[in-house]
């Protein structure tokens, strides 16, 4: 089964940007459609950013979109969101997962740990 670990949150200035990645165990993650999601404390989960198997088909949560940027790099296993012009609504917890259009794949049952996105001044 993947495993898949976030990393690369912090603490940024509204206005800063961020490149989270989510690394990916296994041989099978170019197989799949990916994306981002987040939780902010008392929200539900929600879809951020996804991307197709290949790279080629991206799309965002309105929210989002002209901000962030959703890419893979299939060869490292690695999926990656560029996060510029940062807002303190940005805020939460960041999670990858396999996607089936905005949401994630219904068979998904192991979500990491998360990376914390704050942004504050």
């Known amino acids: 089964q993947v495993q898949l670990v976030e990393s690369g949150g912090g603490l940024v200035q509204p206005g800063g940007s961020l490149r989270l990645s989510c690394a990916a165990s296994?041989?099978?993650?170019?197989?799949?459609?990916m994306g981002w999601f987040r939780q902010a404390p008392g929200k539900e989960r929600e879809f951020v950013a996804g991307i197709n198997w290949s790279g080629y088909l991206t799309n965002y949560a309105d929210s989002v979109k002209g901000r962030f940027t959703i890419s893979r790099d299939n060869a490292k296993n690695t999926l990656y969101l560029q996060m510029n012009s940062l807002q303190p609504e940005d805020t939460a917890v960041y999670y990858c997962a396999p996607t089936d259009g905005s949401s994630w794949r219904r068979e998904f049952r192991s979500w990491g740990q998360g990376t914390q996105v704050t942004v504050s001044s």
């Open positions: 296994g041989r099978t993650f170019s197989s799949y459609a």
